[in-house]
């Protein structure tokens, strides 16, 4: 199938996603850098959990101390429900509804920004109280990890905000339809790293 | 549409591969790039072996020596050997898959040029304030130490350059899962495909540990960090871990290919099937998977504990296993076989003792309390050019003799190849059998100078005679390449044992390798086809429109923008140089500026209409050739 | 071809008989002379899997070298299309369940003296006293030399370890600055010296160290550490336990010794003002001091670890101490000039003959 054909709802494909070649190499490609990505965190995740709560000699922040459980999880909220919004963005892409796409799309750049204003402030918050980047073994490990999240987070709203753009006024194709499928497997995938983030740093940090 | 045919001036031809996604134009560069950095790799370390030819020699600093001996670990590792297996894979994997170009086209120029520009950046440390100097593997408390900017370059220099690999990798897992021509079956694949499929997966698993512990080092050289400084609560035993995570999988990503490679010259030159095919396609993946287990094993003095040197040490030699099944299989596809001594299959004959002999002094180190004697001594050094040398560098000579014809259409000639050959294989059991013996007689590695009265000094002597030989033969072999330029059109499978896809090609190869998609019906397609006795390949297809990928400038643009950000990054900690803060803004909004404009601008190839391929075909090979 | 193999032939034969020309090396330094329990262990695990490994290789070598000269195109006809052999399942086990068998071989003594070497249970038992019973030394790594601490004798030395023989030693190991890894290989494995935590490691030390050439076994720093690490060597000096017994009183007995300023001896005076500040010539005490402990300089082996043991060399090293070994801390930040200054010829003259004359043994 040609990437320019015009589309109505009724010829559309069940998986546009994969109606092209180039479609399908997206999508398998992208996974596969999805497992790439798992091995990154992995790593920041292993580094983070060895330099937990180690400092020069008499520091004062702990897990315990520092994290607020509120925060952590009101931000977990909004990012899960930006990945349910996503999924409702990817339904309507299936089913041809071009609008409906956007508008959940849109709904899920809000989440997103939320999100990442509330990880802004937690920062904020914390660089206040002396917890710098600097302060410690345990503040380096705390910010690379979840400031490498957050910099995903941005660099998936900068993303999904092009695709918009970009296909405002063209509305859905075989060609742009893979893009925002990934889009949004990408976004997914930051909900998960985050969930891992919830639990490992601030649910073990806080009670474990 | 003339253009196809038109010959082109010299700006034009530049523009040309600066632009090109054809992955045969990029297996030339990657060919060209690989064999300039294992030239300068090479070079360093005949000047190591100038400097230890004898005691107390002052022919290079101490400190000189110590950046030498960086340079040509890291060289030779991520700027020689990657690209130049990259080549191969390449230019071979779509051949041999039966497939018009890679999965990403656009991504396999962007890998190239990241990787060039990165060794590009590593390089010019040498000229701009001394190159890193804590050895390859750089361990934290001396990194961290080092003064100057050594150090910073290495850490983004690989950063750059290792996006640009982690990129081909993934690159070639796609291809080969989507893009295999019909009929051709997982295991139905030539093992070479095989091996670059494993060895790319390799590649994405072991890559991002190494990104994260760089990213590690820069934040703790550049932004204050605390990573590895232990007096802020850091520790420096995490950067081994990492390090050695990404460390010893790269030994197999590069020796996997490697191993494809002969798998592929073997039976050619044995005129028979390779032996146990699906038991080496099982060995390929047990050691790649194994791979990942074992990386504590270059940290057993680290103090780790008994039980963690226990395990790795048992899980190592579980390696030896799966590695002694490809051996015997080898060696089992000769036996009974009709054995033609060509120059490359000559380099398939050194490669099995020489590795055999690496691969069991690995097994000796994988022995902990053994190792407690032999780590970090001369005798690692044997062993681990024994396999790279004797693994790596054999096959990429042997296969370079083999696969000449399909990279430029023309032979190197068989006479100086031989002689190439056993002037580099004789130079190199010189330098390395007598280095496992100073190992034991107590010299530790990554010395600059030693002390008379050791008893070390005519094992050194000979050592770097011999280094003098391998030298040689590299320029016998430089020089053969460059003859061939003068040589005559090679043709199709021009060895007459060619087995699969890639000889059945006539040459040139047009830019869209199959004008008609291959039909493969079995192992080996080409051998098949040829014993009953056809001049072409069964084809899948009539011929019709074929699309095509068009080239850009972007992937350059996005990676020079690294480039000049990574000055910027480098000067940044410098009170006296402000200027740098612009530099690498500039560099980033470029690299930004090129992605955006990729993803703002459709791309959507073109087609090859069935006239232009006639017309093509007809400049080709003349008028009614090849039908 | 063939003359080519018998060349490769003939090299190897003549690269084997150089091995036994050279022996094994030095038995001071050399790991295939090993003077210890622990040493003795690694070279027998060394000849067991030597063993092994070069039985396989032999096997593979003879059966490649069989199937080569046997099917060689020249001899087998130039159109001869070989039978098409997919595999065997037979022979694929074959050579699947022997190297498993000769690898668990390795594998049981492997581990039992992995297990067997981090044994370290000893360093703590004490006798009825609450003294401790076993030696115990702390070694600690610093940017081109080792300090080495006897924390139950209270007393302290530099670049030459001095230990008894016929019993464990344990070590303690850290670094000071950057990561350097202890080797004795005369006497046994290395252990790394790391920054951030003390490794703990035996040897034991079989034979006095007076018969060797040197008098003494060369230890080695085996973890690239900066631009002099080939120069980072110590000593070790092996005394039958009595004579170490009379070492560590005679070192005990030099607590308090310093050097005065307003001393009639140039060389005495120039020490108290340019150089107590880092070196301690008293062996009583702990380590952490910035320079290495020169109380028995006279009796050890070698200046700065390396150099000839004479005045010549310590006078030169004195001098330009940056020249000899690059990137040691004697130097100022730049490396152009001493910390200390420049002190004048005579001076370092009688400098070095101070230097030489501390001594515990004359």
Known sequence: MDFNTKFTPHTWPDHPEQATMEGKNKVVGFWIFLACEVVLFASLFATYLALKNKGPAGMEFTTQGLYELPLAFAMTMLLLTSSLTSVYAIHHMRNFNFKGMQTWFGITLLLGAGFLALEVYEFYHYTHLGFTFTQSAFATAFYSLVGTHGFHVSLGLVWISTLMIRNAKRGLNLYNAPKFFVAALYWHFIDVVWVFIFTVVYLMGVIG | MSSYTQKKGFGATVWDYITTVDHKKLAVMYLLAGTLFFAIAGFEALLMRIQLMKPNNDFISAGFFNELLTMHGTTMLFLAATPLLFAFMNMLVPLQIGARDVAFPFLNSLGFWLFFLGAVFLHLSFFMGGAPDAGWTSYASLSLYSPGHGIDFYVLGLQISGAGTLISGLNFIVTIITMRAPGMTFMRMPLFTWTSMVSSSLILFAFPPLTIGLLMMLFDRMFGGNFFDHMMGGNTIIWEHLFWIFGHPEVYILVLPAFGLFSEIIPAFSRKRLFGYSSMVFATILIGFLGFMVWAHHMFTVGMGPTANAIFAVATMAIAVPTGMKVFNWILTIWGGSIKVTTPMLYALGFIPSFVAGGVTGVMQASAPLDYQLHDSYFIVAHFHYVIVGGIVTALFGSAHFYWPIFFNRMLNETLGKWTFWVFFIGFHLTFFLQHFLGLMGMPRRVFTYMDGQGWDQFNYISTVGAAMMGVGVIMMVINCLMSIKGKPAGRDPWGDGRTLEWSIPQPIPFYNFRQTPLVRGLDPWWIEKQEGNKEVTFAEPIGDIHMPNNSAIPFVISLGMFIAAFGALYNPDADKPWSIYVLIIGLAITFGAMITRSVKDDHGFHLHKEDILEIEEHLYGKGGNK | ?362
């Not at chain 3, 030095?26 to 030597?50: A, F, R």
């Not at chain 3, 071989?105 to 044994?119: C, G, L, M, S």
């Not at chain 3, 018969?211 to 076994?217: E, I, N, Q």
């Not at chain 3, 000899?324 to 100022?332: A, D, Q, R, Y």
């Open chain 3, 1 to 362: 071809m063939m003359k080519g193999l018998k060349k490769w032939r003939l090299f190897s034969l003549l690269a084997v008989m150089m091995v036994f020309l050279s022996g094994c090396g030095e038995d001071y330094l050399s790991t295939l002379k090993p003077s210890g329990e622990v040493g003795q262990q690694q070279l027998n695990l060394l000849l067991l899997t030597t063993v092994i490994m070069t039985l396989v290789v032999v096997v593979v070598s003879v059966i490649y070298l069989l199937a080569f000269v046997k099917y060689r195109r020249a001899r087998v006809g130039e159109n001869v299309i070989p039978k098409q052999v997919e595999g065997s399942h037979t022979l694929e086990v074959i050579w699947t369940v022997i190297p498993i068998i000769l690898l668990l071989i390795i594998a049981v003594p492997v581990v039992t003296t992995t297990y067997k070497f981090a044994d370290v249970a000893a360093m703590d038992e004490v006798d009825e006293e609450g003294n401790k019973t076993a030696l115990t030394v702390n070694v600690t790594a610093k940017l081109y030399w080792w300090e080495f601490e006897y924390p139950n004798q209270g007393i302290v030395t530099a670049q030459e370890l001095v230990v008894p023989t016929g019993e464990k030693v344990y070590f303690n190991l850290i670094a000071a600055d950057v990561k350097h890894s202890f080797w004795i290989p005369a006497v046994g494995g290395k252990m790394d010296t790391n920054v951030e935590n003390v490794n703990k490691f035996y040897l034991v030390f079989d034979k006095e160290s007076q018969d060797l050439k040197d008098g003494v076994f060369y230890g080695k720093c085996a973890e690239l550490c900066g631009p002099s690490h080939a120069l980072m060597d110590f000593k070790v000096k092996t005394l039958s336990p009595d004579a170490f017994d009379a070492w560590v009183d005679a070192m005990k007995a030099t607590e308090g010794q310093t050097a005065d300023k307003a001393s009639t001896d140039l060389g005495e005076a120039t020490f108290a003002n340019s150089c107590l500040g880092c070196h301690a010539i008293s062996g009583s005490g702990a380590g952490g001091a910035p320079g290495p402990n020169l109380t028995t300089f006279g009796d050890r082996n070698r200046v700065a670890g390396f150099l000839e043991h004479n005045e010549e060399s310590l006078k030169a090293w004195i001098k330009n101490p940056g020249e000899f070994k690059p990137g040691n801390l004697m130097m100022n930040a730049e490396g152009t000039a001493p910390i200390y200054g420049d002190l004048s010829d005579e001076e370092i003259e009688a400098l070095a003959t101070y230097i030489m004359g501390l001594s515990v043994e004359k």
